[in-house]
Nanobody, 121 residues
Framework: QGQLVESGGGLVHTGGSLRLACAASGRIFDTYSRGWFRQAAGKEREFVAAISYPGGWTMYADSVKGRFTISRDNARNTVYLQMNSLKAEDTALYYC??????????????WGQGTQVSVSS
């Protein structure tokens, strides 16, 4: 059975940058679309970004468009989320997912355990 493992979270000041990575083990993820979601305290899990297989299509939440970039390295079975110009409102637990391409979290079958991103004001 495959797994998704996020890394790269941490604490950063407003305006800083982080790059999240999600490594996938197992060939079941090879041709899945991949997405990033986040869940802030007291909030529902929300869409952040998605990328199709093999990577020709991307979509972003309006709140992160122009600041975040999703990419994938299929040879490494890894998807990335480059986060620039971070804001306090970006603070959340970030999850990577694999499934069908889109912004609806219900389309994604597989989920990582999450990595915490905290942005101080």
């Amino acid at each position: 059975q495959g797994q998704l493992v996020e890394s790269g979270g941490g604490l950063v000041h407003t305006g800083g940058s982080l790059r999240l990575a999600c490594a996938a083990s197992g060939r079941i993820f090879d041709t899945y679309s991949r997405g990033w979601f986040r869940q802030a305290a007291g909030k529902e899990r929300e869409f952040v970004a998605a990328i199709s297989y093999p990577g020709g299509w991307t979509m972003y939440a309006d709140s992160v468009k122009g600041r975040f970039t999703i990419s994938r390295d299929n040879a490494r079975n890894t998807v990335y989320l480059q986060m620039n110009s971070l804001k306090a409102e970006d603070t959340a637990l970030y999850y990577c997912a694999a499934g069908s391409y889109g912004s609806n979290k219900d389309k994604y079958r597989y989920w990582g355990q999450g990595t915490q991103v905290s942005v101080s004001s």
